[in-house]
């Protein structure tokens, strides 16, 4: 990988809740938090993880930190049968699939 | 009083163990006036709630609660644990106390030790419904719905997240050590201050920031760490206007960066919390870096709303029989997902009448992580979990054994290896895995007064 995922600092995912995974990056490059910024929605992270978008709850950004963080409603809760990571430590790469897209 | 310092020794009690020494030189050095630190997690799943078990390892338990016990005791300072035995109900708090008074008992201590129970009875809220399809006053936290009584019924255990009340009630009692069970992580550190009359605002924002230890820290240097207990406390200091967090040992610092992403851990809204009896907005919060390790932290606000509690309840949904197995034929592989469902079909069949009945498969090397997400499909060898869950034990395994006993010997179309088609990894080949729970009720429930749902028990050990 030489896109966007590969330069970003942090790339991780983690249970917020029993219900709900969050998506947290910090950039590696401005242009890189720039392009995602300006060019990420619900409908691509939706895609990306195979999920409703109305799943998607929301997608936020703190520019002194090039950061953004994404949550999603998990599609069983953590922990129930068939839940494959009761953790959701292990769910970034959709996303960064997505950010080597959309960073370049 | 113009400060009031608090240390967390540790993010979790019996997650990998706090360095003693490193708390031994942040008592010495920053004098704190109580010790606070959570002792669980929900992010376990709902199995250990259900089952009423701990899930740290029991050596490592006993090592922080002797470690901050005893630095509390030492000091003359109150120390207040959350979430007792992980998932903090009734019998995660007891089997707490048993391990608190074995190690007193050993090296012998008296203390006052304040236990506060946050398990919820099903009568209580059953009576709240009085009679009624639903409980009145609550609202998931998944979907806003209501929590039905025919839920309440069926659960195992239910808890309720206590804030600072409580706690607040039990440093009243004049506790040296507070057990609490089932508390926002959040609001065991805030407790203190906010009983000395610190701004709750603040207090949530410390707390909120400090509940998982040292992750709220970056090393800037090497460390020498214990081997095997090996947590760095964090010291926050709270005043009129502002905290300061800083790490226990210099090699180490809160950074204006590392504060602000510890808002971003495991939480999916970085500027609003949701505590009982009001919300933390750090909209406005900033962050200062004031030495090499220290970050002087402001301007978050608690906005006051009416009380309300996080309901976390379980139900038992079945019993659990597993099995492994790995294939590395082309051609099965190619053909799994139509074998298991023609398998699956089977059992159905078969023990359908037995009693309920579901199979979970996991096809780690293809899309066990990922599942519908995946993309990449190309497997040159899968390993597949079995995941049975039946009404009984005896039927889940049955099941399970049966189903291994057809996929080894199940005729697909191509198939050349008819010796048998897969890589058993394991004899035996079918582990019992006992109670499966699931959770059904992550509801807030609205309530006037604190003391009708948690329970202060004090005890002179």
Not at chain 1, 88 to 99: D, H, I, K, S, V
Not at chain 2, 190 to 214: N, R, T, V
Not at chain 2, 424 to 446: C, I, K, R, W
Request: aromatic fraction near 8%.
């Amino acid at each position: 990988m030489s896109g966007a995922a590969a330069r970003a600092k942090v790339l991780r995912s983690k249970n917020a809740g029993p219900f709900v995974i969050t998506l947290d990056v910090i950039f590696g490059t401005q242009a890189d938090f720039d392009a995602v910024r300006g060019s990420i929605d619900p409908a691509l992270i939706a895609q990306a993880y195979a999920i409703p978008v109305g799943d998607v709850i929301g997608i936020d950004f703190v520019p002194e930190l090039k950061a953004m963080k994404a949550s999603y409603r998990r599609r069983r809760p953590c922990g129930h049968p068939g839940d494959p990571d009761c953790y959701g430590m292990n769910q970034e790469q959709p996303l960064a699939r997505l950010l080597d897209r959309l960073g370049g | 009083m113009p400060e009031v310092t608090i240390v967390t020794p540790v993010g979790c009690i019996g997650n990998r163990g706090v360095d003693s020494g490193a708390l031994t030189l942040a008592m010495e050095k920053f004098r704190p006036q109580a010790l606070a630190m959570d002792a669980g997690s929900m992010d376990c799943g709902p199995w250990y709630l259900g089952a009423g078990k701990e899930h740290s390892p029991s050596i490592n338990i006993d090592h922080d609660l002797e470690a901050v016990i005893g630095a509390g005791l030492q000091a003359g300072i109150p120390v207040i644990i959350g979430s007792a035995g992980g998932s903090g109900g009734g019998r995660h708090v007891d089997v707490t106390v048993r391990r608190i008074r074995r190690i007193a008992a050993e090296r012998g201590w008296h203390f006052r030790l304040a236990v506060v129970y946050s398990d919820i009875a099903q009568e209580f809220l059953l009576d709240l419904a009085d009679g009624g399809d639903t409980v009145p006053g609550t609202a998931s936290l998944a979907d806003g719905t209501a929590l039905r009584t025919e839920e309440v019924k069926q659960c195992a255990s239910i808890v309720g997240m206590m804030g600072v009340e409580p706690i607040i009630d039990a440093l009243e009692s004049g506790a040296d050590v507070v057990l609490c069970g089932r508390a926002s992580d959040a609001a065991v550190i805030a407790a203190y201050p906010i009983w000395k009359g610190f701004d709750p605002g603040l207090s949530y924002h410390m707390g909120d920031i400090m509940e998982c230890g040292e992750s709220a820290a970056e090393e800037i240097r090497p460390t020498l760490r214990g081997l095997t207990h090996n947590r760095i406390p964090i010291v926050g200091t709270i005043g009129s206007d502002s905290f300061v967090l800083r790490p226990a040992l210099d090699t180490l610092a809160c950074t204006p960066n590392s504060c602000l992403m510890h808002s971003f851990y495991e939480r999916s809204d970085f500027r609003l919390a949701r505590f009982p009896g009001g919300t933390l907005d750090r909209t406005d919060a900033r962050y200062e870096a004031i030495d090499e390790n220290a970050t002087r932290i402001s301007g978050a606000r608690f906005r006051r709303e009416p009380y309300s509690v996080l309901l976390e309840g379980v139900k038992r949904v079945g019993y659990r029989s597993l099995f492994i197995f790995g294939v590395r034929t082309p051609k099965m592989i190619e053909q799994l997902d139509a074998i298991l469902a023609d398998v699956e079909g089977i059992e159905q069949k078969l023990f359908g009448e037995a009693g309920e009945l579901r199979i979970h498969w996991h096809q780690f090397g293809r899309n066990a992580v990922l599942q519908q997400a995946e993309r990449e499909t190309a497997a040159v060898e899968v390993g597949v979990i079995a995941d049975v869950i039946a009404s009984s034990q005896e039927l889940a395994h049955d099941v399970a054994y049966d189903l291994l006993t057809r996929i080894s010997f199940w005729r697909y179309p191509g198939r050349t290896t008819t010796a048998g088609n897969t890589a058993m990894t394991f004899s035996p080949a079918v582990f019992d895995g006992g109670e499966v729970f699931e959770f059904n009720a992550y509801h807030a429930l609205q309530i006037d007064d604190h003391r009708r749902l948690c329970r202060q028990q004090i005890i002179e050990i």
